[in-house]
């Protein structure tokens, strides 16, 4: 027996509507009827009615302009804009010994961001009992807002967290820290909490004002001190696997040569330190730059104090040793994006985790390590960039995904994992 489609009431018309405007008005600074009927389908009186209702949920303004000398006569056209202060959000990114957040309204501006020092602690749960409540509220005086005008607030967690519950995800080695976290967070702050995996978060940052902006395909490969993980949009959708584990990516950590701890700039010093270890052994305690070279003169012989400024000082003044290691750290990189690339066929691969300084040395052996590997796999690579927004991707990411939550919250939208959306074509209530 064949079920018929119930028909849409005309409330679920007018929600259907508002989303579809209010999305596309996220788009713009300010946008006027024909903006919205060429981006959502909707006729004129539609729009004109959506917005009036959407004003008086005080969700949208109207933007009144003055009126230039050579404007033409009549009536200027009607402009709307997102009402950025009907609401805020807060993002925290919680690190092993740092705390960041930031408060932003619902356009996505930001007001107000901290970061705090905190004592390294192995206990993520205590890390987010006692650090992360206390500058969320000092977030929201900093910015001088009411707290119940706060809508939704994101965590940021350095381990998986589920798909379908953004529960954070049973595997062992998370299960204790990653849950606690979340009961901690709802038990002492007042407003809604939503966990999402910091890979994750940096990847919708990118992809929302980064270096992925506009691209619906992309990888973030994130090289932090902890090895490699990802964050994953796969047809303008974050991909997070069954369990919270796409992107996890600890075997590669080992297959790669990184190493099951360390990041890339760790492993540049660990690199270094063997060659100056190896020149102290072949040359004497203290050997002269022509005998052994730049990094091993700045190291003065003593392997324990390289660090992976040295090597990157050295690299600059042409050491061969230093180039060596700055080509072997490239194609240890480049085999985890090779791998993702391959599995996923990216339009980009966006690289975070690394300084500024890190970055101008290692991208170009990066490219070159990882089109030889194309060369061989004789496939097209993917378009290699390193990240936009630096050390604030997963907090910008933390303000995507908590406006995401409300406008899912306001309107049920289909897309509000998705940015930039496809434009819902709504239903036209004429």
């Known amino acids: 027996m064949s079920r018929r489609m119930s028909t849409p009431s005309a409330a679920q018309i007018r929600w259907i509507n508002a989303a579809a405007i209010y999305e596309?008005?996220?788009?713009?600074?300010?946008?006027?009827?024909?903006?919205?009927?060429?981006?959502?389908?909707?006729s004129r009186p539609t729009v004109h009615t959506t917005c009036d209702w959407l004003i008086a949920q005080g969700l949208v303004a109207e933007v009144i302009t003055d009126l230039v000398q050579d404007a033409q006569p009549g009536r200027p056209a009607r402009r709307y804009q997102i009402n950025p202060r009907a609401?805020?959000?807060?993002?925290?990114?919680?690190?092993?010994?740092?705390?960041?957040?930031?408060?932003?309204?619902?356009?996505?501006?930001?007001?107000?961001?901290?970061?705090?020092?905190?004592?390294?602690?192995?206990?993520?749960?205590?890390?987010?009992?006692?650090?992360?409540?206390?500058?969320?509220?000092?977030?929201?005086?900093?910015a001088g807002i009411d707290p119940g005008l706060v809508w939704q607030v994101c965590v940021s967690i350095p381990?998986?967290?589920q798909?379908?519950?953004?529960?954070?995800?049973?595997?062992?080695?998370?299960?204790?820290?990653?849950?606690?976290?979340?009961?901690?967070?709802?038990?002492t702050l007042p407003w809604p909490v939503v966990a999402e995996n910091d890979a994750n978060l940096a990847m919708i940052g990118e992809q929302w004002q980064g270096a992925a902006h506009h691209h619906d395909n992309a990888v973030l490969l994130d090289v932090c001190e902890n090895g490699f993980g990802a964050g994953l949009i796969v047809n303008g959708r974050l991909v997070r696997g069954s369990n919270g584990l796409a992107g996890e990516m600890t075997s590669v950590d080992l297959l790669s040569g990184m190493g099951p701890a360390g990041g890339v700039t760790r492993k540049v010093?660990?690199?270094?330190?063997?060659?100056?270890?190896?020149?102290?052994?072949?040359?004497?305690?203290?050997?002269?730059?022509?005998e052994t070279g730049a990094l091993v003169h700045l190291a003065h012989g003593d392997p324990e104090q390289v660090t992976d400024e040295m090597v990157f000082a050295a690299l600059d003044v042409g050491d061969p040793a230093a180039q060596r290691i700055a080509d072997q750290v490239g194609a240890i990189v480049?085999?985890?994006?090779?791998?993702?690339?391959?599995?996923?066929?990216?339009?980009?691969?966006?690289?975070?985790?690394?300084?500024?300084?890190?970055?101008d040395r290692l991208m170009p052996p990066i490219e070159e390590q990882t089109l030889e590997l194309y060369r061989r796999l004789a496939t097209p690579p993917p378009r290699l960039a390193m990240s936009a927004l630096g050390s604030r991707a997963t907090v910008i990411g933390g303000v995507r995904r908590a406006l995401n939550e409300v406008e899912s919250r306001l309107f049920g939208s289909p897309h509000s994992e998705r940015w930039p959306a496809t434009t819902l074509r709504a239903a036209d209530a004429r």
């Open 163 to 187: 798909s379908r519950e953004y529960a954070p995800s049973t595997a062992a080695q998370y299960r204790a820290g990653t849950r606690d976290v979340i009961t901690e967070l709802e038990e």
């Open 87 to 142: 609401g805020f959000v807060l993002a925290l990114d919680i690190r092993e010994s740092r705390v960041t957040g930031a408060v932003a309204d619902l356009t996505g501006g930001i007001c107000d961001e901290l970061s705090r020092d905190i004592t390294a602690d192995p206990s993520l749960r205590s890390q987010a009992a006692v650090h992360a409540p206390s500058i969320a509220h000092d977030l929201v005086e900093l």
């Open 269 to 290: 010093a660990q690199l270094g330190a063997d060659v100056v270890r190896d020149a102290r052994d072949a040359s004497g305690a203290d050997p002269s730059p022509a």
């Open 24 to 42: 596309a008005m996220r788009a713009r600074e300010s946008c006027t009827a024909g903006d919205l009927m060429t981006a959502t389908g909707l």
């Open 159 to 161: 381990a998986p967290v």
């Open 334 to 359: 480049a085999r985890p994006i090779a791998m993702l690339a391959t599995l996923l066929d990216p339009e980009l691969v966006v690289i975070c985790g690394l300084s500024a300084e890190a970055a």
